[in-house]
């Protein structure tokens, strides 16, 4: 038995063929952990109570003993803290006696980590973390991760289909903020990019956001909210050689101009803060939009953070407007989910200086119109409209807002009574050709939700792994399924990172989704954006405007859509190369 002693993981192991684990930090007393009458997930039929016994409470992994010459004993090791980003931070370390084999649990998947000619006897644990393992003649030796770098820059190279893929090691103690720049080489396109942020608290995942890279703008606004229970946070990325003077003020629900200031950010530097903290100095209830102006291009991210039952920190990505740009009357979210847990929020941001009047519109998956809400938003303010959620079923579809507004959605899923996840969504642009980077394997699962704008059917192509299928969307409809769900696609075997193409002869909206089960077998989603074929390469120069590492935050950053070859730099706030640990 294991009690690790920064909480929030136990362990039992059984010499039979069994090996349980938990994570949400206590064990049943005096819980049926199946003992005699199951091994792990074996009914021995040993009795004295059948196997169709209710209250039996099974493994979260179990592998079969089998004998001297295999596996043969289950021994206990430990949750990986360590600060040398040897192992996946939160990963549980174990062997077999016999077999010499190490094993690795993480996110409730069980691994083969090493082969080795061992015989484990126990393993052990310094003050910073690390781990060793012990051989019964009396060696003892370090895990060690032969591929973990330690840099402030990643090259990168990609091909037409593929992706670079990069995470740090979940290792750091102390939290690293700043920003990451992507730079193409000479000649080349610069490719499209994901940052998804993940929070672990208490050795289990929280939330998962998905930011798309974005190039600098001049001026944007952003949906703004402060409360008991949620705030949002705002980084701001100066990649110039010159200081950004940048001017802000916040907007209520009224129309009200408030809390107007200026701050200056040097050279290569960034600043990041909620906004009730300085520079921006909120106040601590806001409902309306955060709108800034600079004397040059700066990277913008906005991220909503919200404090769930357990006091759990959930976060959502919120879309930074381009207040330079002139938005279409008529746009779609892609997806959404009412009932069984689910509800849905639309939140509408104002980029001009006028009173907007508008509808929106769920749509179902077979295009008929469920609801119309009408809506005013005032000038440069913000308003929201939100599903009712009392379903017990649940009703899934697409949603289509008419008047020139930025829109984005906020999905959330409850639990026996716990917000356990929410997702920020933006609209997206129809288009004929899109590119998404897609996961397949352990506790993820990569989804897409394609919308059908047009009075008429139309067949929608996906390209994989050198997979070819088609589906069908009706007219106004929608589907919206997991890759491995898809005809033609399910046989993809996990695990499998890459790209997914979907294409069409009339425009269509995509998303794309990232579940992740979490430790406690609760489903986390994010948005991931896609890549629109038909969108300018631009510029070869792209930010990342804030990163998260340490103190329970990890990052992986995520490059597709384009063949192209260059580097990503990471810079703390004050514009230094952060050396950052890489898996």
Same mark, same amino acid.
Not at 31 to 36: D, K, L, P, Q, S
Not at 83 to 88: G, R
Not at 326 to 346: K, N, R, V, Y
């Given at each position: 038995?294991?009690?690790?002693?920064?909480?929030?993981?136990?362990?039992?192991?059984?010499?039979?063929?069994?090996?349980?684990?938990?994570?949400?930090?206590?064990?049943?007393?005096?819980?049926?952990?199946?003992?005699?009458?199951?091994?792990?997930?074996?009914?021995?039929?040993?009795? *004295?109570?059948?196997?169709?016994?209710?209250?039996?409470?099974? *493994?979260?992994?179990?592998?079969?003993?089998?004998?001297?010459?295999?596996?043969?004993?289950?021994?206990?090791?430990?949750?990986?803290?360590?600060?040398?980003?040897?192992?996946?931070?939160?990963?549980?370390?174990?062997?077999?006696?016999?077999?010499?084999?190490?094993?690795?649990?993480?996110?409730?998947?069980?691994?083969?980590?090493?082969?080795?000619?061992?015989?484990?006897?126990?393993?052990?644990?310094?003050?910073?973390?690390?781990?060793?393992?012990?051989?019964?003649?009396?060696?003892?030796?370090?895990?060690?991760?032969?591929?973990?770098?330690? @840099?402030?820059?990643?090259?990168?190279?990609?091909?037409?289909?593929?992706?670079?893929?990069?995470?740090?090691?979940?290792?750091?103690?102390?939290?690293?903020?700043?920003?990451?720049?992507?730079? @193409?080489?000479?000649?080349?396109?610069? *490719?499209?990019?994901?940052?998804?942020?993940?929070?672990?608290?208490?050795?289990?995942?929280?939330?998962?956001?998905?930011?798309?890279?974005?190039?600098?703008?001049?001026?944007?606004?952003?949906?703004?909210?402060?409360?008991?229970?949620?705030?949002?946070?705002?980084?701001?990325?100066?990649?110039?050689?010159?200081?950004?003077?940048?001017?802000?003020?916040?907007?209520?629900?009224?129309?009200?101009?408030?809390?107007?200031?200026?701050?200056?950010?040097?050279?290569?530097?960034?600043?990041?803060?909620?906004?009730?903290?300085?520079?921006?100095?909120?106040?601590?209830?806001?409902?309306?939009?955060?709108?800034?102006?600079?004397?040059?291009?700066?990277?913008?991210?906005?991220?909503?953070?919200?404090?769930?039952?357990?006091?759990?920190?959930?976060?959502?990505?919120?879309?930074?407007?381009?207040?330079?740009?002139?938005?279409?009357?008529?746009?779609?979210?892609?997806?959404?989910?009412?009932?069984?847990?689910?509800?849905?929020?639309?939140?509408?941001?104002?980029?001009?200086?006028?009173?907007?009047?508008?509808?929106?519109?769920?749509?179902?998956?077979?295009?008929?119109?469920?609801?119309?809400?009408?809506?005013?938003?005032?000038?440069?303010?913000?308003?929201?409209?939100?599903?009712?959620?009392?379903?017990?079923?649940?009703?899934?579809?697409?949603?289509?807002?008419?008047?020139?507004?930025?829109?984005?959605?906020?999905?959330?899923?409850?639990?026996?009574?716990?917000?356990?996840?929410?997702?920020?969504?933006?609209?997206?642009?129809?288009?004929?050709?899109?590119?998404?980077?897609?996961?397949?394997?352990?506790?993820?699962?990569?989804?897409?939700?394609?919308?059908?704008?047009?009075?008429?059917?139309?067949?929608?192509?996906?390209?994989?792994?050198?997979?070819?299928?088609?589906?069908?969307?009706?007219?106004?409809?929608?589907?919206?399924?997991?890759?491995?769900?898809?005809?033609?696609?399910?046989?993809?075997?996990?695990?499998?990172?890459?790209?997914?193409?979907?294409?069409?002869?009339? *425009?269509?909206?995509?998303?794309?989704?990232?579940?992740?089960?979490?430790?406690?077998?609760?489903?986390?989603?994010?948005?991931?954006?896609?890549?629109?074929?038909?969108?300018?390469?631009?510029?070869?120069?792209?930010?990342?405007?804030?990163?998260?590492?340490?103190?329970?935050?990890?990052?992986?950053?995520?490059?597709?859509?384009?063949?192209?070859?260059?580097?990503?730099?990471?810079?703390?706030?004050?514009?230094?190369?952060?050396?950052?640990?890489?898996?």
């Amino acid at each position: 038995m294991v009690f690790e002693i920064h909480g929030g993981f136990h362990s039992i192991g059984s010499l039979g063929n069994f090996m349980l684990a938990t994570s949400d930090k206590t064990l049943t007393q005096g819980g049926n952990y199946g003992w005699r009458v199951w091994e792990g997930t074996v009914c021995t039929g040993l009795g *004295p109570a059948p196997c169709s016994a209710p209250g039996f409470i099974a *493994p979260i992994a179990d592998y079969i003993n089998t004998g001297s010459d295999g596996r043969c004993a289950i021994i206990g090791g430990y949750v990986y803290r360590g600060t040398q980003a040897s192992l996946p931070y939160g990963a549980y370390i174990y062997g077999d006696l016999c077999s010499g084999e190490i094993f690795m649990l993480k996110d409730g998947v069980q691994t083969v980590l090493l082969n080795t000619a061992l015989q484990i006897s126990s393993f052990g644990e310094d003050e910073a973390g690390e781990l060793f393992v012990l051989d019964l003649n009396g060696s003892i030796f370090r895990l060690v991760n032969p591929d973990a770098t330690n @840099a402030a820059e990643r090259p990168y190279a990609i091909g037409d289909t593929g992706a670079f893929v990069t995470s740090t090691a979940e290792a750091a103690s102390v939290l690293s903020v700043g920003y990451a720049r992507i730079r @193409a080489d000479a000649g080349q396109s610069i *490719p499209s990019g994901l940052a998804i942020f993940a929070l672990q608290q208490h050795g289990v995942l929280v939330s998962e956001a998905s930011v798309p890279a974005s190039r600098p703008i001049l001026a944007g606004r952003v949906f703004a909210e402060a409360g008991p229970d949620v705030n949002t946070g705002i980084a701001l990325a100066n990649p110039n050689d010159q200081p950004a003077i940048v001017s802000f003020y916040l907007t209520d629900v009224n129309g009200t101009d408030f809390g107007a200031g200026t701050v200056t950010i040097p050279p290569k530097q960034q600043v990041a803060a909620f906004l009730n903290q300085p520079p921006f100095n909120g106040t601590n209830s806001i409902f309306g939009t955060f709108t800034f102006t600079s004397s040059v291009s700066v990277g913008a991210i906005a991220l909503r953070g919200f404090t769930n039952d357990r006091g759990e920190f959930l976060i959502t990505t919120l879309p930074v407007v381009d207040i330079g740009i002139t938005l279409p009357e008529s746009t779609t979210i892609a997806h959404f989910a009412d009932g069984g847990g689910w509800t849905t929020q639309i939140v509408l941001v104002n980029p001009s200086d006028a009173v907007v009047n508008g509808n929106v519109q769920f749509i179902s998956r077979a295009g008929q119109i469920i609801q119309t809400m009408p809506y005013t938003v005032r000038p440069r303010s913000a308003t929201r409209v939100a599903t009712a959620g009392s379903g017990s079923s649940v009703q899934t579809g697409s949603v289509r807002i008419l008047s020139a507004v930025s829109a984005f959605s906020i999905f959330a899923l409850r639990s026996s009574g716990v917000t356990v996840t929410q997702a920020g969504m933006p609209t997206a642009a129809a288009g004929t050709a899109f590119q998404t980077y897609v996961e397949i394997g352990g506790a993820i699962r990569s989804g897409i939700a394609i919308a059908n704008p047009s009075s008429s059917a139309v067949d929608v192509r996906l390209d994989l792994a050198g997979r070819t299928t088609t589906l069908s969307i009706p007219p106004n409809g929608q589907t919206a399924l997991f890759v491995d769900e898809v005809p033609g696609l399910s046989d993809l075997a996990g695990p499998f990172q890459g790209v997914l193409r979907i294409s069409a002869a009339t *425009p269509v909206a995509v998303t794309a989704l990232r579940g992740h089960t979490n430790q406690r077998g609760e489903f986390l989603i994010t948005a991931t954006a896609p890549l629109d074929e038909s969108a300018r390469a631009g510029n070869p120069d792209l930010l990342f405007p804030h990163f998260a590492e340490g103190a329970g935050y990890s990052m992986q950053f995520i490059l597709f859509g384009r063949a192209a070859s260059g580097t990503i730099s990471f810079f703390d706030q004050a514009g230094n190369p952060a050396s950052l640990a890489f898996r």
